[in-house]
C-alpha cells in the first residue's frame, strides 16, 4: 500500500515538469508496439527536458535488441546531436540514441539516461520481483551487470556503446 501511494506521489511530482530524479520510480520492461519483441529491461518513464509535454521512456543501457540507425541529426527543440534506434526484430523506428547533449540538456535536471524510446512505440510493463507481486523501484534496482533480466542476452558489450 505505501509503495503505491509513493508510486502516485511520483507521477504527479513528474506532471509538473520539474520533478528531478527520483529512485522510487518503477522499472519498466519495454516491448516493441509492432512485434512485442523486448527492446528494454530498465525503462523509466520520462518527460523531454526540451519540451516538458512529451512523455517517453528512458534507459541507462541498450539491449542487444535495438540498433543505432544510419546518421546522426540534431533535434529541432535543442541543440542534442542524436539517432534513431530501431528494433531489431521487425526494424521499426522506436527511439533514438542522444549522442551528444546541449550544455541546456546537460545543466537541464536529468536521470542521466541518454537511450530514450518513443511511448507511441513501445507497450510498457512495471518489472516485479522474484515474487512476481511486487513492482521493481529503481532503489531496488541491481546494477546493470548484476541485473539478471538484464543480463540474460540483452547486453551490447561496452566497446560498442562508448561514445
Known sequence: MNQQRQQQQQRSNNNNGNAPFNPLKPVYKLLCRYCHNMVCARGMRAILLADTNIELYSTDIPATSIQLMDKDY???????????????ECGNIIG???????????????NGHFWMFHSDACQPNERKDITGKCTILWNNLPRAEQDFDFIMGTTIPYDQICR
Open 74 to 88: 540534431l533535434t529541432r527543440t535543442c541543440h542534442c546531436r542524436i539517432r534513431d534506434v530501431a528494433c531489431r
Open 96 to 110: 533514438y540514441h542522444v549522442v551528444a547533449p546541449c550544455s541546456r540538456c546537460l545543466q537541464a535536471c536529468n
